[in-house]
Each structure stands twice: as C-alpha cells, then as structure tokens.
C-alpha cells in the first residue's frame, strides 16, 4: 500500500479487526496500522481512530507483544530522520551503542543513564544516545544536555562524524510523526505502547544497548523484541529490583542479555557487589533540576573541579559518592556491551579512568562545540 492509500477508511477495517478479534490480530496488520499512524496532518488516521487504537493495543495486551513492539518501533524508524555514523578511515563500520530507559519508574533519580553514556564514551565507546525531555521525571535527557549548553539539533544531521565519541539525538528532532501523535497520547488517561516504543527508536540503528525497563515484566518483551529487530547484536535489559529502569546502586538488579548473534536470551541477577561497589539508598541519587544536574555532572566529570550545587539546591538525602558510583555501573555494563570490559569490574575500572583521565569530559566538550558549530 503506497503512502496515498493510507487514509482513515483504509485503517478503519484494520481498527475493527483489533477490537472485535484481538487474538488474530496479525504483525503485518501492526506494521500496516503504524504506517497509518505515519502520515502527515493525520491523513491516515484520525485522532480519534488513533485514540481508539491505541485503547485497543492496550487492552487486549497486544501493546506488550514482542512482535507487536519490534513492528511498530520498526515502521516509526522508517519515518525517522535519516541520519548515520560515519566510518572510520578504515572503512569499517562503527559498534554504536546506545543506553537509554523506557521511563516510568517515578524514581526521579539523577541522569545516570546520560552521564554513563558521556563516561563510557571517554572510554573508547562509540556512543549515540537518543533521548527526550522530562515526562515523569524532573530532568531528562534533553533537558540535562541544554542545561549543559548542548543545542538539540533541529533538523537532526544526515552524518555524525567518526570523530565524535558522544552524539545525542533529541527524539522530537528525530521522530517527527511521533511528535505529532502526542495531543492524543497526552489526552488518553493510560500509558500507550509509544511509552515503550521509546528506546527502540533510535536512527543510528546501534548494534550495542543497554536498555532500562520500568517493571519486570517488559524485561523479556524487550529482550524479545530487540531479538525481532535483527538489528541488535548485544544487549542487556535492565530493571532494578525497586522498579528501576536503570541498573540500581541500592540492591539487585534484573538483567536479560541478548546475544543477537545466535538469538539467546539469558536472565541473571546482579548486584552493585558484583562491580565493587558498596551498595546506597535509592535516596542517594535522587536528581534535582536539569540546571542542578548540570553542576553535579561537571563536577563528577571534572574530578571536583568545578563547584556542587549548594546544599540548598541539592535534594536532602544526595550524596555524591552514591552518584559518582550509580555512574559507574551503568557505565561498566555499557563498555561490557561494547566489548571493551571483560567484565563488570573492569567496566568500573575503564569508567573511572575516563573520568580521573578528563576524557569523558573531552567527550562531553567534542559534542558541545560540534553542535553549537551545527547550529552557528
């Protein structure tokens, strides 16, 4: 069906069937519904369509179905900006990485998953991170990188060079048709699959992630999911044990790691221990403000050069060992993923070294002034 046959009386047929006959509701009919969704100005459906939908997805569970999620995350990215990284001057095709959460654990802690993407990039990862502004939390990752003097690039580049260690990409840059839907998805009084569809949008397509979920049960719905996209050659599914989309400093943390390679999918547990690292309270790490964020990441990636917050400003219970240390282990698994650990507490290791070494400031800094010359 080419873009012009892709209109409200078109999908109303595929609406009916998810609502009267949800159980033989078909992939091919998912992929066909979210290249409705796709078109412009809602010419393929109409907001109430797309509301209906949406309830639907949700309620007959198809909204959790791997190859429901692996479709539709694969339908959106193809009306995504076209952006890629460059090669190498070798030719070869870099492992880009991405860590990245679903959102929605009402946690509110600092942005850990941005500052390990910074610090694994100081450490030879390559690193696109895509990410958005605050929904739930105080701060996201668009917020934080602003606060940081990091334009969001609008519209997003066809090329990142080689050269950069750390890239971001803001999700409402990248995924145009998405952001159009939000009015509707902002209207309906329930999370809907595009809550989930986040971190399987990024363009660059990484082959490497570390992908935090919210709840248990979407652990192997994403491990599934990834395994679906082909896309995906390494990956570890994380949830914190207190219902963290990140891998959690205060105990055990859930782990699915996807080996796309052969297909498997292998559940363990893990615990800060595993990485040398003293367990602390969730209240530790809990974020404030991106401005306040801000200062706390300069002043961990400048090794305390640059001045905290003041304690007025930061949250009672923060403690900046406890967030330098939840740093540290997400940033160890992502290096893990990217092959450059062997093993958690050589991740710890390398993370600490690009931050003691100034490189994941370095990085930060490549990626700011790239951007700001993007934008000039």
Same mark, same amino acid.
């Given at each position: 069906?080419?873009?012009?046959?892709?209109?409200?009386?078109?999908?109303?047929?595929?609406?009916?069937?998810?609502?009267?006959?949800?159980?033989?509701?078909?992939?091919?009919?998912?992929?066909?519904?979210?290249?409705?969704?796709?078109?412009?100005?809602?010419?393929?459906?109409?907001?109430?369509?797309?509301?209906?939908? %949406?309830? !639907?997805?949700?309620?007959?569970?198809?909204?959790? +179905?791997?190859?429901?999620?692996?479709?539709?995350?694969?339908?959106?990215?193809?009306?995504?900006?076209?952006?890629?990284?460059?090669?190498?001057?070798?030719?070869?095709?870099?492992?880009?990485?991405?860590?990245?959460? =679903?959102? $929605? @654990?009402?946690?509110?802690?600092?942005?850990?998953?941005? /500052?390990? /993407?910074?610090? !694994?990039?100081? /450490?030879?990862?390559?690193?696109?991170?895509? #990410? +958005?502004? /605050?929904?739930?939390?105080?701060?996201?990752?668009?917020?934080?990188?602003?606060?940081?003097?990091?334009?969001?690039?609008?519209?997003?580049?066809?090329?990142?060079? +080689?050269?950069?260690?750390?890239?971001?990409?803001?999700?409402? !840059?990248?995924?145009?048709?998405?952001?159009?839907?939000?009015?509707?998805?902002?209207?309906?009084?329930?999370?809907?699959?595009?809550?989930?569809?986040?971190?399987?949008?990024?363009?660059?397509?990484?082959?490497?992630?570390?992908?935090?979920?919210?709840?248990?049960?979407?652990?192997?719905?994403?491990?599934?999911?990834?395994?679906?996209? #082909?896309?995906?050659?390494? !990956?570890?599914?994380?949830?914190?044990?207190? #219902?963290?989309?990140?891998?959690?400093?205060?105990?055990?943390?859930?782990?699915?790691?996807?080996?796309?390679?052969?297909?498997?999918?292998?559940?363990?547990?893990?615990?800060?221990? %595993?990485?040398?690292?003293?367990?602390?309270?969730?209240?530790?790490?809990? #974020? +404030?403000?991106?401005?306040?964020?801000?200062?706390?990441?300069?002043?961990?990636?400048?090794?305390?050069?640059?001045?905290?917050?003041?304690?007025?400003?930061?949250?009672?219970?923060?403690?900046?060992?406890?967030?330098? @240390?939840?740093?540290?282990?997400?940033?160890?698994?992502?290096?893990?993923?990217?092959?450059?650990? =062997? @093993?958690?507490? @050589? $991740?710890?290791?390398?993370?600490?070294?690009?931050?003691?070494?100034?490189?994941?400031?370095?990085? %930060?800094?490549?990626?700011?002034?790239?951007?700001?010359?993007?934008?000039?």
């Amino acid at each position: 069906m080419s873009p012009l046959q892709y209109s409200p009386a078109t999908f109303k047929p595929i609406l009916e069937h998810l609502i009267t006959n949800p159980k033989t509701f078909t992939q091919e009919e998912a992929r066909l519904a979210f290249h409705h969704l796709g078109q412009d100005d809602f010419s393929g459906a109409t907001p109430v369509q797309v509301g209906a939908f %949406l309830m !639907a997805l949700k309620y007959s569970n198809k909204a959790h +179905s791997p190859e429901i999620i692996a479709s539709a995350a694969d339908v959106m990215r193809s009306y995504a900006a076209k952006t890629e990284v460059q090669r190498d001057n070798s030719g070869q095709e870099p492992f880009v990485v991405d860590i990245v959460g =679903t959102g $929605g @654990d009402e946690w509110n802690t600092f942005n850990v998953s941005t /500052a390990a /993407a910074i610090v !694994a990039a100081g /450490a030879g990862a390559k690193v696109c991170k895509h #990410g +958005s502004s /605050a929904t739930v939390s105080t701060s996201g990752s668009s917020d934080l990188l602003s606060a940081l003097g990091c334009p969001l690039l609008t519209p997003t580049p066809s090329v990142i060079p +080689s050269s950069l260690p750390f890239t971001f990409l803001h999700a409402a !840059a990248t995924q145009p048709s998405i952001s159009r839907l939000e009015p509707v998805r902002k209207s309906l009084p329930f999370r809907t699959i595009f809550n989930v569809l986040g971190p399987l949008l990024n363009p660059t397509n990484p082959r490497g992630m570390v992908l935090g979920v919210y709840t248990k049960e979407l652990g192997p719905v994403f491990a599934h999911a990834l395994k679906e996209s #082909g896309k995906v050659e390494r !990956a570890l599914i994380v949830c914190g044990q207190e #219902g963290l989309d990140e891998i959690s400093i205060a105990g055990s943390t859930w782990v699915w790691e996807l080996n796309g390679v052969d297909g498997s999918v292998t559940e363990s547990t893990i615990h800060p221990a %595993l990485f040398g690292i003293e367990a602390r309270p969730l209240e530790t790490v809990v #974020g +404030s403000t991106p401005d306040v964020n801000a200062k706390v990441l300069m002043h961990l990636l400048s090794s305390g050069k640059e001045p905290l917050p003041s304690n007025d400003e930061l949250p009672p219970s923060f403690s900046m060992g406890a967030v330098q @240390d939840y740093v540290l282990i997400n940033a160890a698994a992502l290096l893990k993923v990217t092959g450059l650990a =062997t @093993d958690w507490k @050589d $991740g710890v290791r390398l993370a600490r070294e690009s931050i003691d070494s100034g490189k994941a400031l370095s990085a %930060l800094t490549m990626f700011r002034t790239w951007g700001q010359n993007q934008t000039a």
